[in-house]
């Protein structure tokens, strides 16, 4: 799989025209086992969010794009996705003669036939139920390849855009190494698409799709086959560019699809086209493709802490505040669910804590009670963290940044007069870390933060690290707000703009989208 994921990169960069070297920091997959054991980890999605597709192809996914790198989870299996369900067996007891219990087998055996049943009990779909499987791979190959597209031409795509093009690469297939076949239609396509129908062109241009989510019968075989179409269209390909272009420019989604012209019409040609042979991509290379993975043996506490990093994000990032101005249902709605996120955040931390403590010998652990800590502001269980870390691995670049990171919101608290010298002591200590690591992102987000609501203006080296971070992670919206505010403070109102604006008008929600636009609000015009 890893190879694969890695072959998918390097045909990604050709296609796009990009090289295949960089410096942005990889996506981390973790693979689960089965479904249960993935829900059960709570892997809530706060800046990721697929769809809306109709319910049976609501996969369970994770993906987060954080501030030191992108994270993503899925279970390891195969899914099924079961349009209709089947029917019950059970159910016809007592109303299909020779069902009744105690009924001889010869009178079953004479029925099963003629309904075209068959026994669930092994492994065996339920009668007439309609259902269709959803390879891991597919899910894996589809996300990677949005997140690699937000990474390297992070911009202002509509969900159902990202959609399709994951799944335009869903379907690859790999044979020797060299031989790479994409574009293919996604097993069951036609069965999906005919079940559901056609979906309204204008309710997907204009967004209304994404208003009524339990409601939808959009899935990712529709995204397939619009987004094939519109990519193997001659005439259609350049109105994507011009509206894709639209929409980065700030443009609505009804605005942006008049490149499109009558949606009618469109929405025949992609009937039409659903009915025909559809082409696909297959490339051979001179030589195997991809590096041979490093593998290597985690730790005990690595491997007892893969599960914590998961949840972090899921853990510590809470739902918002109610708005001064908002109705009273609204306002207890909403103070009921932060107040329930905050004591299972809080009760999260403890057994995190208390789980460190039986890895004494390993930094790992005491790392990332570090971070859970600062990324809930407390700055006294946060440096006593990575104060144990520090004991551990002397200069380590990600303890002395959290150690600094705590020093920094323990400064926030004092007053003004002793605030500036409890910063100037934080700040050396994010030095140190950035001088263990220059390529480091965590320093850098540590030293941006620093200056943040400090009462003066952010200097240049601030604004420069931040754009180093975005540089290495273009996907994650944190640091891409931290950098705006920064040169907010600094009145270049222009380049926060641009740096926000994949924020506020990308294809999805998350806790920094609000912040980005309400900055982008204050800022002076052009």
């Known amino acids: 799989m890893a190879r694969n994921l890695e072959t998918l990169h390097l045909l990604l960069a050709g296609l796009m025209g990009r090289g ?112 269709v499987a959803v390879p891991a791979t597919s899910m894996l ?18 969900r159902w ?35 559901y129908g056609g979906y309204p062109l204008e ?30 269209s001659d005439d259609r390909r350049p109105q994507v560019r011009r509206y894709l272009a639209a929409l980065g420019s700030g443009a609505s989604q009804a605005e942006a699809a008049q490149v499109f012209g009558d949606l009618p019409t469109l929405s025949r040609e992609v009937r039409r086209y659903h009915s025909e042979r559809k082409p696909y991509f297959r490339i051979e290379l001179p030589v195997a493709s991809g590096e041979v993975p490093l593998v290597r043996r985690v730790s005990l506490g690595e491997a007892a802490f893969i599960k914590g990093r998961l949840e972090l ?42 789980d460190a403590e039986r890895f004494p010998s390993e930094a790992g652990p005491h790392l990332l009670v570090a971070e859970a800590e600062c990324r809930s502001d407390s700055a006294a269980t946060c440096e006593a963290a990575a104060d144990r870390a520090l004991a551990l691995v002397p200069g380590d670049p990600r303890a002395l940044a959290w150690k600094g990171m705590a020093q920094v919101i323990r400064a926030a608290a004092l007053p003004q007069a002793q605030r500036s010298p409890a910063l100037g002591i934080a700040r050396t200590t994010i030095g140190r870390a950035n001088r263990a690591d220059t390529d480091a992102v965590l320093p850098l987000l540590a030293y941006g933060f620093s200056w ?75």
């Open 20 to 131: 295949s070297d960089d410096d942005t920091v990889k996506l981390r997959i973790t693979l689960i086992g089965g479904l249960a054991d993935f829900e059960a980890m709570d892997l809530r999605n706060t800046r990721w969010q697929q769809g809306p597709f109709a319910r049976p192809f609501m996969i369970a996914r994770y993906y987060d794009p954080r501030d030191e790198g992108a994270v993503m989870a899925s279970s390891r299996f195969d899914q099924t996705a079961v349009l209709q369900q089947g029917l019950n067996l059970s159910a016809l007891t007592g109303i299909v003669p020779g069902l009744q219990p105690g009924a001889g087998g010869a009178q079953v055996a004479g029925v099963v036939p003629l309904l075209g049943l068959a026994d669930s009990a092994f492994g065996v779909p339920q009668p007439n139920e309609l259902s």
């Open 141 to 158: 190959y589809s996300l990677f390849a949005q997140h690699w597209l937000m990474t390297y031409f992070p911009g202002a795509y509509p």
């Open 161 to 195: 855009y990202l959609d399709g093009f994951g799944q335009l690469f869903s379907t690859m297939t790999i044979r020797d190494g060299r031989v790479i076949e994409y574009g293919r239609a996604p097993e069951n396509s036609d069965r999906v698409i005919r079940f």
């Open 203 to 232: 309710r997907l241009f204009d967004g209304r799709y994404l208003d009524s989510p339990e409601r939808s019968e959009w899935t990712p075989f529709h995204a397939w086959l619009l987004t094939h179409y519109l990519f193997f």
């Open 313 to 354: 994000g899921a853990r510590v990032d809470l739902p918002p505040l109610p708005d001064p101005d908002a109705s009273p249902e609204v306002t207890k709605r909403m103070t009921r669910d932060r107040e329930r996120a905050v004591a299972a955040r809080d009760g999260w931390r403890e057994r995190l804590r208390r």
């Open 452 to 526: 943040l609501d400090a009462g003066v203006t952010p200097p240049a080296i601030a604004a420069d690290g931040l754009s180093r971070v975005v540089e290495r992670v273009p996907a994650s919206p944190g640091p891409r707000l931290m950098l705006g505010r920064v040169l907010a403070a600094r009145g270049q109102a222009a380049t926060a703009r641009t740096v926000l604006r994949p924020i506020t008008l990308g294809p999805y929600e998350s806790p920094e989208r609000s912040q980005a636009a309400a900055l982008i609000a204050t800022l002076p015009a052009n």
